[in-house]
């Protein structure tokens, strides 16, 4: 299995699972861009077409002809994530609710999101600098499915590793953690 089929298939999970869940709970998302108060999220449109990025740009990773473009498209998504922590954390100092995820996650933007934007920030920028070329479409069918069911697992246990420490987070804060 390469290394490199694996980190571009789960960065296509990921943000693929990202923007479909925020246009599935797509009011949420809206609210969320309306607390940070930026101008360009008085415009309706703003929203949805955030989601159709965040797509558009894991669904690019696939193919070696849309590659670049879609990792240019990644660094600039998750430069505009980390621009939203710091409007909500440092301008506004006000605790917003993400919708990172859609409805699959609720967790304050701060500490936590930095970390997540580091960490798919810097795995796009080593499989840029550092992949060799990967055509996941001429890989062996039994090597793909591996592939394929690596990243999605990886994919499912950081969801659920996000989840879990929000949830302590939000119990400890609560006062209700043991």
Known sequence: MSMSALCLLFLTLVFVFSGVSKLLSLADFRTT???LQM??????IVPVLICAAEIAAGAGLLFSWSRAAAQIAIFTLLAG???AVYQARVVQNQEIQCSCFGSWSSEALGLNTVVRIACLGILNALIWLLSEPVNLFLM???EAVLTMLSAGGIAVISLVAVNAYTLDSLQAKEGTNP
């Open 140 to 142: 062996p069918a039994q």
């Open 39 to 44: 101008p360009a999220g008085r415009l309706r």
């Open 33 to 35: 861009i309306e607390r």
């Open 81 to 83: 994530f980390g621009y």
